[in-house]
């Protein structure tokens, strides 16, 4: 009976060490200062909350066929100036990390869905009082 308990116990612990978090799995958070479709790469500046005087790490994501995309469908919808969360891990190229999973967290919507308007300027189905 104890040797039953200690087997199983054994397999619980194999199975919590073996989990889905790989070895240099990082979640990345910044905005985006770059999006290139072409090469399904895009790049984070990600600044170091507790030290604001130092630049922001510039890191180049690689998005492939099994990353999870959360809040949007494809790469082309993200734009310069967007905030994201990526999880990611060590990609097979030097210096580019490879997504796991991509969540859009803030969206430049002025620049994405609205036309900017000028100061003054008459507002479609709006009148003036």
Do not use: Y
Not at 31 to 58: C, H, K, Y
Not at 60 to 84: A, I, M, P, Y
Request: hydrophobic share 35%; proline share 5%.
């Amino acid at each position: 009976m104890q040797t039953r308990q200690i087997v199983g116990a054994g397999f619980l612990i194999l199975g919590c060490l073996s989990g889905s978090v790989s070895a240099g799995a990082e979640e990345i958070q910044g905005e985006l200062t770059e999006v290139n479709p072409g090469t399904q790469t895009f790049r984070i500046a990600r600044s170091d909350p507790s030290n604001l005087s130092v630049e922001p790490e510039s890191i180049r994501v690689q998005v492939g066929s099994n990353t999870e995309l959360k809040g949007f469908l494809k790469l082309e919808e993200l734009r310069k100036g967007d905030e994201v969360l990526a999880d990611v891990e060590p990609g097979e190229t030097a210096g580019t990390w490879s997504a796991k999973s991509v969540q859009i967290d803030k969206v430049r919507i002025r620049e994405r869905h609205q036309p900017a308007v000028e100061a003054g300027a008459a507002i479609p189905g709006m009148e003036k009082i």
